[in-house]
């Protein structure tokens, strides 16, 4: 569905981006930050499962400052290579390449950004420091907590897993403490939004462990999202359960809901 193109950002480096786009006019824009694991096959489903719901999604390549084309699996060889060249990135460069990226988004309108392990921290850091932007939603970023100081400029939803052995849930409830908005617990209902996010965020290797079979942990900062547990499809839900591995499964309702873990294909609620 998606094609390769290339951003510039604001010093002059180019870097390529996953571009995909819906079939009709961008309900809006989502800008995709990858995990340590490059612009993988993964992370271009998910972009491409936000242009199947209507936005024009873009994922930078945000490692191509230290080695182009880095693309990898979810082995402990690809982590070690992935944390070698996340080594070689620093926050400044990853906000930069995030800023390039929600440039070429904002062209359909209104954007948003979501990021997954390392690309949460990178969606965390962007909504105080990156313009342009209507909302962020980060998940399990590793260092979030480091940064808990951080003031965001736009509303943030960030997501973390309770059983996570490397972001503690003390540390994830202190976090809220500093924010105006307290944890709200998701496990098998739906949450009810004015808008519909897909959220896919791989577990196979990631370095954040993993989410608990029944529930997801988040960290409401900013407006208030509201869930509630009925079972009722709608399409303004949002499913969210987890398959059989324990990878979080989100997908919009629909007249037939179903949905689909991109870690295994398929999976049913």
């Known amino acids: 569905m998606g094609k390769m193109i290339q951003l510039t950002a604001s010093d002059g480096h180019k ?3 996953y571009r995909a786009d819906p ?3 961008p309900r809006g824009a989502v800008v995709v930050i990858q995990e340590i694991f490059g612009v993988n096959s993964h992370v271009k489903q998910v972009a491409d499962g936000y242009a199947a719901d209507g936005y024009l999604a873009i994922a930078p390549a945000m490692f191509d400052r230290a080695q182009k084309n880095f693309d990898v699996g979810y082995t402990p060889d690809d982590i070690a290579k992935g944390r070698e060249i996340r ?3 620093t926050n400044d460069m990853a906000l930069k390449d995030a800023q390039a990226a929600v440039n070429e988004a904002a062209k359909a309108g ?8 390392w690309g949460g921290l990178v969606a965390w850091l962007a909504s105080a420091k990156v313009t342009g932007l209507v909302a962020a939603a980060p998940y399990y970023g590793g260092g979030i907590l480091d940064n808990a100081d951080l003031q965001p400029k736009v509303p943030v939803m960030g997501h973390f897993g309770d059983k996570d052995a490397h972001i503690p849930v003390e540390g994830v409830k202190q976090l809220a403490e500093k924010h105006p908005k307290s944890l709200s617990t998701l496990g098998p209902s739906t949450a009810r939004r004015k808008r519909v996010l897909r959220s896919t965020p791989s577990f196979g290797g990631s370095t ?4 608990s079979s029944t529930t997801l942990t988040a960290a409401k900062l900013g407006p208030a999202v509201r869930y509630t547990s009925s079972r009722s499809a709608s399409t303004s839900e949002v ?3 987890a398959c059989s591995n324990l990878h979080a499964v989100a997908t919009a309702a629909r007249s037939t809901p179903k949905a689909v873990c991109v870690r295994c294909m398929p999976v049913s609620p």
């Open 15 to 17: 870097l390529d981006a």
């Open 239 to 241: 499913a969210v359960t």
């Open 110 to 117: 209104k954007v948003g950004i979501v990021g997954y392990c």
């Open 208 to 211: 954040s462990g993993s989410f």
């Open 23 to 25: 079939a009709g006019k």
């Open 87 to 89: 080594a070689k990135v």
